[in-house]
């Protein structure tokens, strides 16, 4: 693969909801630009972008693959991301290194909610974009109702550049609005309007010259005087509109046919913007905000959007250079962990096959392999001018599973991996839970999570088997209590004595605090950390139901000791003895995790979502609505969270959302305490 020029790169995200067919898309431009000899099938598993064994067994995408396509001396990096909401967080990290988006919309399903959540985030990157109707070719397509249904929609003006020459089985190419030629086909040669197409295209074509108009003060005035812009002209004013991210084209296209697939590719090259033409990147420098063009001669800055395991060649390292170039062999700065990194052979990939560079122009995607300490969002540059470039930011984690080793073996690498597969991804995150002595591992879905795991066994060797999370309880006294206890063992010579008197009381803001009470030396001070030990190991076996005990005030005001036979152990024992008849007295309590959550959904389903919220024993605590959307704030246990994920889903058809975070603990009802204790007592026998 040749060196490109920043002026002759387009970085360009395909996006959409899942089957939309970006994938099958990526690979017409392959083949119909002639990078490759046949086009691959996603059944047969022969696709450049879904070339990992996850991916083919599955069918559908599971990460972001890079597909350039080498055309008209341009070289288009297309981000080919997945379309399942589980996987958004590979859809964030490809629209943080593109520049321009292609939204793809099913010509049968019109928008769906994939189609939502990714025209919102190319909102807020604020990306220039194109939206192409696909699978024109489709029983049941219709170009009219899914325009219709973007059209209601999107808050983006929307505007045809092309019409479908026929559709469903008859759906054989393309009308351009712009050339007022027909392109059958793949688009290679043009023919004149079929006639019983003519008026719908002239129609258009006034929405197209108007929307042009809009993008110079001069074309305007032309317009308004004369009602008509040269072909040049329309370019120039759609092309100033698209880039401002006021208007969005709209074209057609059946990638898996190779039909429309041309005139795409030139509105690629014509319309959306080399990286040295979109907004300059804004990276906070030694003296403060400096900001960024796509140029050779400039400060190296480069963005680390992607890591990946490979088995073969070690780690991978995706990089974006937004300012300056990177050379093979070379020693680079990373600012963000503040490390030199040595840069081996870098590549320009292709799905799985890499191509060998020595150098990575201003504006470029590249990889490295091997980097020790690099991981996703970390920025690159010289040593001499540090420099941070921004990271997005990522939907916090909404579902979790407990994690378990499969063997001994497995047991010693279990951090490394799940460390390993959370730099890797943004949107997993993994935790050691105290309270439940559990491994937490934290992602976006069941599919995230089963992919997360399927991925450290091929990748890591490491078998991990994913269970229930227990929630992590507290266990509490409400009031005063106390309690004795004596330990006394004689068993032929030295015996063992302590006697122990304490009393329990509630703690504010604080776990635990330990007090001495004891008056005329009836124990003596020496033996009072044994009686502090023994205490501290029941706070965090628990005493009701197994979870750690917090917020308590002990203090120890009598006892007795023995001349001989009293040693540390038995006051030890005698401490934790007397504490545990102690707690019992004191009003013993469960309290659970109360969540702060927002949920937003459809206003339609409004009902729904609070009818369920009350059987999840939640407490509203406001609601309003924006943009057609209705919001709710409500206090939730955390117990009732753990599959909301796929239940709000479910209830919603996949337009709902909710952010989850720790707010307070409050007491669990008596009657579900009596169950969480039963169940543990359960368990205990069971052992």
């Known amino acids: 693969m040749k060196?490109?020029?920043?002026?002759?790169?387009?970085?360009?995200?395909?996006?959409?909801?899942?089957?939309?067919?970006?994938t099958m898309l990526a690979e017409a431009f392959l083949h119909t630009a002639g990078n490759t000899t046949r086009l691959g099938r996603i059944e047969d598993g022969t696709t450049a972008s879904d070339y990992e064994e996850e991916e083919v067994r599955r069918g559908?995408?599971?990460?972001?693959?890079?597909?350039?396509?080498?055309?008209?001396?341009?070289?288009?990096?297309?981000?080919?991301?997945?379309?399942?909401?589980?996987?958004?967080?590979?859809?964030i990290s490809a629209l943080r290194v593109a520049d321009a988006a292609v939204v793809l919309v099913d010509s049968v399903s019109g928008v769906e909610v994939g189609t939502e959540i990714t025209w919102q985030y190319c909102d807020k990157f604020n990306l220039p974009r194109i939206v192409v109707i696909n699978k024109m070719e489709r029983d049941n397509a219709s170009f009219s109702k899914t325009l219709a249904s973007?059209?209601?929609?999107?808050?983006?003006?929307?505007?045809?550049?092309?019409?479908?020459?026929?559709?469903?089985?008859?759906?054989?190419?393309?009308?351009?609005?712009?050339?007022?030629?027909?392109?059958?086909?793949?688009?290679?040669?043009?023919?004149?309007?079929?006639?019983?197409?003519?008026?719908?295209?002239?129609?258009?074509?006034?929405?197209?010259?108007?929307?042009?108009?809009?993008?110079?003060d001069a074309l305007l005035e032309k317009?308004?005087?004369?009602?008509?812009?040269?072909?040049?002209?329309?370019?120039?004013?759609?092309?100033?509109?698209?880039?401002?991210?006021?208007?969005?084209?709209v074209m057609v296209a059946a990638g898996a046919a190779e039909i429309g697939v041309i005139p795409l590719m030139d509105a690629i090259v014509s319309l959306l913007p080399a990286p040295n033409q979109i907004p300059a990147v804004v990276a906070q420098g030694k003296g403060g905000d400096e900001t960024l063009t796509a140029s050779n001669g400039g400060p190296l800055a480069a963005y680390v959007w992607k890591t990946t395991a490979d088995p073969f060649v070690g780690k991978q390292t995706y990089f974006r250079v937004y300012s300056g170039v990177v050379n093979s062999d070379s020693r680079i700065w990373n600012q963000t962990k503040g490390i030199e990194e040595r840069f081996g052979?870098?590549?320009?990939?292709?799905?799985?096959?890499?191509?060998?560079?020595?150098?990575?122009?201003?504006?470029?995607?590249?990889?490295?392999?091997?980097?020790?300490?690099?991981?996703?969002?970390?920025?690159?540059?010289?040593?001499?001018?540090?420099?941070?470039?921004?990271?997005?930011?990522?939907?916090?984690?909404?579902?979790?599973?407990?994690?378990?080793?499969?063997?001994?073996?497995?047991?010693?690498?279990?951090?490394?991996?799940?460390?390993?597969?959370?730099?890797?991804?943004?949107?997993?995150?993994?935790?050691?839970?105290?309270?439940?002595?559990?491994?937490?591992?934290?992602?976006?879905?069941?599919?995230?999570?089963?992919v997360a795991l399927r991925r450290a066994e091929t990748k890591f060797q490491v078998n991990l088997v994913a269970g229930e999370p227990r929630i992590p309880y507290k266990e509490a006294l409400t009031k005063k209590g106390q309690a004795m206890y004596r330990h006394k063992k004689q068993t032929g010579g030295s015996g063992q004595f302590g006697e122990v008197h304490l009393r329990v009381e509630p703690l504010d803001g604080v776990d635990f605090e330990f007090v001495n009470d004891v008056f005329g030396g009836a124990v003596s001070n020496s033996y009072m950390p044994a009686i502090e030990k023994g205490i501290r190991s029941v706070m965090g076996e628990g005493?009701?139901?197994?979870?750690?005990?917090?917020?308590?005030?002990?203090?120890?005001?009598?006892?007795?000791?023995?001349?001989?036979?009293?040693?540390?152990?038995?006051?030890e024992i005698a401490g934790r003895e007397a504490f545990k008849l102690a707690f019992m007295e004191a009003g013993p309590v469960l309290n659970e995790p109360i969540m702060a959550v927002e949920i937003i959904v459809p206003e339609a389903n409004m009902g729904d979502i609070l009818g369920d919220l009350n059987t999840r024993r939640a407490r509203v605590q406001g609601m309003n609505s924006e943009k057609g959307r209705s919001i709710v704030n409500a206090h939730v246990p955390l117990a009732e969270m753990l599959r909301y994920t796929t239940q709000l889903r479910s209830m919603t058809g996949g337009r709902g959302f909710f952010t989850m975070q720790f707010d307070h603990y409050e007491v669990v009802p008596a009657h579900l305490t009596q169950e969480i204790i039963a169940a543990h007592q359960k368990e205990k026998k069971e052992e």
């Open 223 to 249: 317009y308004l005087e004369s009602g008509e812009l040269s072909a040049e002209e329309i370019i120039r004013g759609l092309t100033a509109v698209v880039r401002n991210v006021s208007f969005a084209p």
């Open 3 to 22: 060196e490109y020029r920043t002026e002759a790169i387009r970085n360009v995200a395909f996006v959409s909801h899942s089957s939309a067919g970006k």
């Open 150 to 216: 973007m059209q209601e929609f999107s808050t983006m003006r929307l505007v045809p550049i092309q019409l479908p020459w026929g559709e469903k089985a008859a759906f054989q190419g393309v009308i351009d609005l712009l050339t007022m030629k027909a392109y059958k086909g793949d688009g290679k040669t043009a023919v004149e309007i079929p006639a019983e197409y003519k008026d719908a295209a002239e129609e258009a074509r006034v929405a197209l010259i108007e929307a042009a108009a809009e993008g110079e």
């Open 60 to 91: 559908i995408s599971l990460s972001t693959a890079v597909i350039p396509v080498e055309y008209k001396d341009c070289k288009l990096n297309i981000l080919d991301t997945p379309g399942y909401l589980d996987f958004v967080g590979e859809v």
């Open 543 to 571: 005493i009701l139901a197994g979870y750690p005990i917090s917020y308590v005030k002990v203090a120890v005001f009598d006892g007795k000791e023995h001349p001989v036979d009293s040693k540390p152990i038995a006051f």
């Open 345 to 450: 052979t870098m590549a320009f990939i292709r799905g799985k096959e890499t191509f060998p560079t020595k150098v990575v122009h201003a504006g470029d995607l590249g990889i490295v392999p091997k980097l020790a300490e690099t991981s996703t969002g970390n920025t690159l540059c010289d040593k001499t001018h540090p420099l941070t470039l921004p990271e997005p930011e990522y939907p916090g984690a909404l579902y979790r599973v407990s994690v378990n080793p499969k063997t001994q073996a497995d047991s010693t690498k279990i951090s490394p991996t799940l460390t390993r597969l959370c730099e890797e991804d943004k949107t997993l995150s993994w935790t050691m839970e105290a309270a439940t002595h559990q491994t937490i591992l934290q992602g976006m879905g069941d599919q995230h999570i089963d």
